[in-house]
């Protein structure tokens, strides 16, 4: 028997489990996935404490095929890539320039089964590395790291991809806001928190409590609308969150997950 979630999902379940009377590790689980958002080697062992079976990272993405493209062999360290179906290449994200073994930069692959609809060098966005060492357990494939970060803005939120583009236009849509935003990932538990600070529009400011928590359920449907993630919005005051002048940075990440 073997579950697949993400990390912090599969803790919450334990969790749940262990308030109603069930251990985890009764439930005969002898192996674990994890996917889809950022974990850290701390994380893994308190999974696997909780079920009692050994977790392995797994990497996919809808894109290609969804997951299957590099799983973790019982040596846990780093993820084989299939190299039989996908050529893997790191490159510099910035220069597009191909990296040698073991540099660390933006996952590039081919898929050299598709036919009609083939996928040539797609550019992952994740960020990691490659080794061609034969690994402990005696298979030669590339071998890639977990993912360290992304090279574009992309935030997983409870294993959803999130842009910060679909929550402006989310909350531009609403309306009675100003397009100056801050959105703010937090752990505070097991689960992921977000929090979306929105510069109320003039009028509404000086509204009242009642107005701004009506403009606040609307923003935060609007954004549950476009991402299918429940966030808390909360308003302030015009003029109060930073400006940038380059390119700005719209997401604090205070989960710590890399
Ligand atoms: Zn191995």
Same mark, same amino acid.
């Given at each position: 028997?073997g579950v *697949? %979630?993400?990390? @912090?999902?599969? *803790?919450?379940?334990?969790?749940?489990?262990? !308030?109603?009377?069930? =251990?985890?590790?009764?439930?005969g689980?002898? /192996? #674990?996935?994890?996917?889809a958002?950022?974990?850290?080697?701390?994380?893994?062992?308190?999974?696997? @404490?909780?079920y009692g079976?050994?977790?392995?990272?797994?990497?996919?993405?809808t894109?290609?095929?969804?997951?299957?493209?590099? $799983?973790?062999?019982?040596?846990? &360290?780093?993820?084989?890539?299939?190299?039989d179906?996908?050529y893997?290449?790191i $490159?510099? +994200?910035?220069?597009?320039q191909?990296?040698?073994?073991?540099? +660390?930069?933006?996952?590039?692959?081919?898929?050299?089964?598709? !036919?009609?609809?083939?996928?040539?060098?797609?550019?992952t &966005? =994740?960020?990691?590395? #490659?080794?061609?060492?034969?690994?402990?357990?005696?298979r030669?494939h590339a071998?890639?790291?977990? $993912?360290?970060?992304?090279s574009? =803005?992309?935030i997983?939120?409870?294993?959803?991809?999130i842009?910060? @583009?679909? $929550?402006?236009? /989310?909350?531009?849509r609403?309306? =009675?806001?100003? +397009?100056?935003?801050?959105i703010?990932?937090?752990?505070?538990?097991?689960l992921?928190?977000i929090?979306?600070?929105?510069?109320? @529009?003039q009028?509404? %400011?000086?509204d009242?409590?009642?107005?701004?928590?009506?403009?606040?359920n609307? *923003?935060?449907k609007s954004?549950e609308n476009?991402?299918?993630i429940?966030?808390?919005?909360?308003?302030?005051?015009?003029?109060?969150?930073?400006?940038?002048e380059?390119?700005?940075?719209?997401v604090?990440?205070?989960?710590?997950?890399h």
């Amino acid at each position: 028997t073997g579950v *697949i %979630f993400t990390p @912090s999902y599969g *803790i919450h379940l334990a969790e749940v489990a262990l !308030e109603d009377g069930i =251990d985890p590790k009764e439930l005969g689980i002898k /192996a #674990i996935g994890f996917g889809a958002e950022g974990w850290t080697e701390e994380i893994r062992q308190k999974v696997e @404490s909780l079920y009692g079976a050994k977790a392995y990272n797994i990497y996919g993405l809808t894109e290609l095929m969804g997951p299957g493209v590099g $799983i973790e062999c019982g040596a846990q &360290k780093g993820l084989h890539i299939a190299e039989d179906i996908f050529y893997p290449e790191i $490159i510099n +994200p910035n220069t597009q320039q191909v990296l040698g073994e073991n540099q +660390p930069g933006e996952l590039v692959l081919t898929n050299l089964e598709r !036919e009609g609809m083939p996928v040539i060098r797609f550019r992952t &966005k =994740d960020l990691t590395k #490659i080794t061609y060492e034969k690994c402990e357990c005696g298979r030669t494939h590339a071998r890639m790291s977990r $993912i360290t970060g992304r090279s574009d =803005d992309m935030i997983k939120v409870k294993g959803v991809a999130i842009f910060p @583009s679909q $929550i402006e236009k /989310a909350l531009l849509r609403a309306g =009675d806001v100003e +397009p100056h935003y801050l959105i703010i990932v937090t752990r505070p538990g097991t689960l992921d928190e977000i929090e979306v600070k929105v510069e109320a @529009s003039q009028d509404i %400011f000086f509204d009242g409590v009642k107005e701004m928590m009506a403009v606040q359920n609307k *923003i935060a449907k609007s954004i549950e609308n476009e991402t299918g993630i429940r966030v808390k919005v909360t308003l302030v005051e015009p003029r109060t969150l930073p400006r940038f002048e380059g390119k700005a940075k719209r997401v604090i990440d205070e989960r710590n997950l890399h």
